[in-house]
């Protein structure tokens, strides 16, 4: 892009001596006076150029990084762009594997580069993903999403984002595409385990317990889909949606309001999808006008990789590329990643010209740069060297860095373990669990053996690392084998792989049969291997037309259950699947979704009793593979039925999880039956550790409303409590549940609190109510918005 080269005036005064300062670069102005200043001083070009990103990877010699060519996009010119600036430097430690440090000093000296070549010295915001941890070689992989979910714990997740995001901030990064808050709807979409669950509440507060961490250590966290992502037809990547707005109001869009309120999020994400033929990203209603200005949000909205280029190709809603960035910028996207595609030279010529509005382009560089400031990036004097780096003489020997930054410390591993122990769900137990001196243990089944089995597709060894086949892994990742190893140092294993996660050999069917009858208890390891789109059979991509295990693992667990030997299966997945005769015939099933590089410690862990089990099912594990879509949101229609041939209902139940110890409920009592649509209902009940071993009981409390003015489903989460107890420890626990959570939306589209009878159902699992409050609103009806009380307390 040509770029005019007029002085830059202060618009501060400096002390004699000084040199002048402009406004823009006065930390001691106010924001808003900064921004505008700096957009009155800039051409058409150098405005463009602040709301794009190029996609570049760091050298692994402490170079500047090199732009990234990506088989979806043209080769780009550094030298040609930067003159004008840069808004964003796409991934640069998660496109090849580069040292943690010489990475570091690979973008420091590149951001010297971006802020020497345009007049106003702006730097750019780096950013990455952040899924399961800071996607770069060695940096510590953490359990997926879907096991946050299941941990049914906040606190831990808000302390685990809290470390990624340090980590992140030490190297020069700035921002995280992270967390997922799509609300699963159907369990075939390969992006099952990039989830937190099947529930809005469940979703909404473990993330925005990890934006909260993110944010904490000075992250800009990223809100994704916008919105509606996860309920695309049949499960598929990227296909239309069908949904209702009431569907879109009541399940998808919580998550995301709650992030925005309470967690602080700063940045969100379009979705690639269309709901009712409008695509996320030409979504006026959506981005702007229920975003920004029913919600309140100030931030900046940044494009899915491609995604305004995909309104052309993909959508076929505009004739050109700058058709699609005038679209996406009305509707209120003010950023294109990952590379600059539709906001190149042609959006600026249709800018000058008067085909697109000047005001578009001011509207998006505003949030941009606000942003900016926020992030100290604006600051006359702002130093790009990164705390990794403030150390270290880099520039005198870069190669003395190499290996001086450790992304995976002690420190990390252990919350890794500890995130990987809570997720760790025991649905099934006659007794088998845990494990008691073994002398011959059979490991069977294709996650056996293999080091990447706990590993989700975003995690850097999957989603890069394969692609670079001669470089280390750079973390460490025990087998399952390994770890029962050390948790049965007396025991001997005998490991059979029997078959291949997906394929249809049986080849190795006779040995693993064999393996099974000669020892004195099977532990079976299925599940997925995590891969993009088509090369896994979990993770983006990679959806799946029936929820039966992978290639020939069910016909391999029918043949193990034949042998008559104790049987656990052991799971190591991306999503739930159908585990025919298992459910009833199988000893115990320990269900895990991809727990990270500790997860193989944390399962065999289980197995032995060091760790009593206190996850929890964040979503349904199904009873037939073919009954998709179906989750524990369901209207009475939608459960089984007998005018229908097909039953949806789950094996498990949402919110299922046992444990090696029992728990008693008892005494509730309810401080007043009756409250109006505008108050609250007081609960208080007792939990005893009843067994021999100290405990976790995870107490749910859902909302059972059997009159409404439209149909809803038969009970939904709106509580939830983590309860640590000691063999015989009880614990009084009092929960206030706010008439708020009872609303839902209604025919007029607007959010409603109804008078009538409620059912509040203290429960251990969705399908496992202990103890049950029969309450009843009074009054008028009562509207709501996005203020309204959203959590029933537990204290």
Known sequence: MAVETTPVNPAR????????????????????????????????????????????????????????????????????????GLGQLTRPFGTVPVDPALGALSLLRTQRR??????????????????????????????????????????????????????????????????????????????VEETIGEDPYLVGTVGTAYVQGLESAGIVATLKHFAGYSASRAGRNLAPVSMGTRERADVLLPPFEMALREGGARSVMHAYTDTDGIPSAADEDLLTGLLRDTWG????????????????????????????????????????????KTFGPALAEAVDDGTVPAGLIDRALRRVLTQKAELGLLDAGYDPVPAALRDAAADDDPQALRGSVDLDSPANRELAAEAAEQAMILLTNNGVLPLSAPRRIALVGPQADRPTSVLGCYSFPLHVGVHHPDTPVGIGLPTLREALVREFPHAEIVTVRGADVDGDDTSGFAEAVRAARDADVVIAALGDRAGLFGRGTSGEGCDADSLALPGVQQALLDRLLD????????????????????????????QSFLPG???????????????????????????????????????????????????????????????????????LAVDGEESPT??????????????????????????????ASVVQPV?????????????????????????????????????????????????????????????????????????????????
């Open 13 to 84: 005064p400096a002390d004699p001596g000084t040199p002048a300062v402009p406004v823009w670069n006065d930390p001691s102005q106010d924001t808003g006076t900064r921004v505008t200043a700096l957009i009155e001083a800039m051409t058409t070009e150098e405005k463009i150029a602040q709301l794009f990103g190029i996609w570049v990877g760091a050298s692994d010699e402490g170079g500047e990084v090199a732009p990234h060519q990506h088989d979806m996009e043209e080769p780009v010119d550094l030298e040609t762009l930067l003159p004008a």
């Open 114 to 191: 971006i802020v020497a070549a345009n007049r106003f010295g702006i730097p750019a915001v780096a950013h990455e993903e952040c899924l399961a941890g800071f996607a770069a070689w060695g940096a510590t992989a953490y359990p997926v999403p879907l096991s946050w979910g299941a941990t049914f714990n906040p606190g831990l997740v808000r302390r685990m984002a809290a470390a990624i995001g340090r980590d992140m901030r030490a190297v020069g990064i700035h921002q995280g595409l992270a967390p997922v808050l799509d609300v699963v709807r159907d369990a075939r979409w390969g992006r």
């Open 297 to 340: 949000f100030t931030g900046t909205v940044v494009a899915d990789y491609f995604g305004i280029a995909f309104l052309k190709t993909l959508h076929g809603v505009v004739a050109d590329f700058t058709e699609a960035a005038a679209t996406a910028l009305r509707a209120g996207v003010d950023v294109e990643l990952p590379n600059v």
């Open 563 to 590: 042998t008559g030997t104790p049987l656990v299966v052991a799971l190591l997945a991306g999503r739930p699947y159908t585990l025919g005769r298992a459910v009833p015939e199988a000893d115990a099933i320990v």
């Open 597 to 667: 590089a500790e997860g193989t410690g944390a399962l065999a862990g289980v197995l032995g009793g060091r760790v009593n089990p206190s996850g929890r099912l964040p979503v349904s594990v199904p009873a037939g593979p073919g009954v998709q879509p179906a989750t524990y949101l369901a209207s009475t229609l939608a459960r089984r039925t007998e005018v229908s041939a097909i039953d949806p209902g789950p094996a498990f139940a949402f919110g299922r999880g046992l444990s090696y110890t029992a728990f008693t409920w008892s005494d």
């Open 678 to 707: 505008d108050g609250e209902f007081t609960l208080s009940f007792t939990v005893r550790n009843s067994g021999d071993r100290e405990g976790t009981e995870v107490v749910q409390l859902y909302l059972h409303d059997p009159v």
């Open 715 to 795: 009970q939904r989460l709106v509580g939830y409590q983590r309860v640590p107890l000691h063999p015989g420890e009880s614990r009084r626990l009092t929960v206030t549940v706010p008439a708020d959570v009872a609303s839902f939306t209604g025919r007029d589209g607007r959010r409603v609190v109804e008078p009538g009878a409620l059912e509040l159902r203290l429960s251990a699992a969705s399908d496992d109510p202990r103890l049950t409050a029969r309450v009843r609103l009074t009054g008028e009806a009562r509207t709501v918005d996005h203020t309204r009380r959203l959590h029933a307390q537990f204290r």
